[in-house]
Every structure is written in C-alpha cells, then in structure tokens.
T-cell receptor
C-alpha cells in the first residue's frame, strides 16, 4: 500500500500552459516536502510546508498544504521546458515517506 | 558547505560480484537514508541509519543487502553476489534531524552485466 499517492502520474503539456499536481494521503503529516528530480540527478528540495492551509510561492510554483495536513498541491503557472522532471512529494511520518511521483514534460 | 557526496557515480559489476556504494552526508547531518530507483519509476526506500545504528531497514531485501554508517567515515550500502535485477540508481540522502528535510546525493548508477 502506498501512503502517498500523486496524480497525475504522467503529464505532457505545451510551454505556457498551467498545471496542478496533487499529493494525497489518508495519513496526517507533521510536514510535507516537494522535490524535483531531473534525469541523471538526485532529487532537489523545492519547499517544505508545515502548517495546515499554508501556501508558499517559489517564482511560478505555488505549493499548498491541505487544512488537515493530509494532502498538498503544486501549481505551475506558464510552464517552461526547464520545468520538465519528476516531481515528488514526501510526508514526514517518523521518517520521510515519498509519493509515487509525477513525471512532467513541457514541450517547447 | 559541501552537499551529499556519493561515489562512485557509475559502477559496473558482473553477476556474482560485490558492489559497495559510499555516501558522505552533509556536514552536521547524522541521519542517512538509502533509496533505490528503477528507470522511469519513483524512489523506493531501503534503509534509514543514524551513526552506528540501523533505525529502519524495512525496505531492504533480506538477503545480499546490508548497510552501515560507522562512527567515522561514510555510510556504505553493500550488495553481495549481485544479479541483473540489482541494476538501478541508488540514492543516498541525509538530514540533520530525524523528521526534517532530506538532501540527496547525485546517486550511484549500478549496472550488472
């Protein structure tokens, strides 16, 4: 059983489009992280959200933590080819539990 | 402050040989995690160690795989008698506290021929 489910699994969009990636669980997490992994590299931490309902912005990326701290979303505005990669959420529950991942491809 | 270091970056082993993967955590980090990733898949947790102790090895195969994080030196993930199915990217991450953000190394890509 997967504690953290991400959707969609795969997403291919045109440059300039907006998109949202979801990270859902039935467990309550004390914090949640989002990472991006590019081919051939290790995941890179993008953001940590801690408080229920918290919203954080990182340039064109907006991260939201659900009120009940069970889910999170990542919204990208005006996607660019450089946003291509595997997006992973991770919830803290004793140790970090990683989600199933969303593989994003942004076409020029 | 140097990031998480892993070596080698690429490792080729023949079936039946041993593979040793090394991970040096970020300075000040005493928690180390190992993950395995197959092509086009997500991260699969293997083991969580704190200096000299294995905290959680629930993701480690029962045979042939072992991990250590000695008082001095890097953490080692050891795979004995490798088989083709062990071919994957192995990532190490470290954190300063048990429940804090993890920082990843660049990974070791193991190929078993």
């Amino acid at each position: 059983t997967q504690l953290l489910e991400q959707s969609p699994q795969f997403l291919s969009i045109q440059e300039g489009e907006n998109l949202t990636v979801y990270c859902n669980s039935s467990s309550v997490f004390s914090s949640l992280q989002w990472y991006r992994q590019e081919p051939g590299e290790g995941p890179v931490l993008l953001v940590t959200v801690v408080t229920g309902g918290e919203v954080k912005k990182l340039k064109r990326l907006t991260f939201q933590f659900g009120d009940a701290r069970k889910d999170s979303s990542l919204h990208i505005t005006a996607a660019q080819p450089g946003d291509t990669g595997l997006y992973l959420c991770a919830g803290t529950l004793g140790r970090n539990i990683f989600g199933t991942g969303t593989r994003l491809k942004v076409l020029a | 402050n140097a990031g998480v270091m892993q070596n080698p970056r690429h490792l080729v082993r023949r079936r039946g040989q041993e593979a040793r993967l090394r991970c040096s955590p970020m300075k000040g980090h005493s928690h180390v995690y190992w993950y395995r990733q197959l092509p086009e898949e997500g991260l699969k947790f293997m083991v969580y160690l704190q200096k000299e102790n294995i905290i959680d090895e629930s993701g480690m195969p029962k045979e042939r795989f072992s991990a250590e994080f000695p008082k001095e030196g890097p953490s080692i993930l050891r795979i004995q008698q490798v088989v083709r199915g062990d071919s994957a990217a192995y990532f190490c991450a470290s954190s300063p506290l048990r429940e804090s953000e993890q920082y990843f190394g660049p990974g070791t890509r193991l190929t078993v021929t």
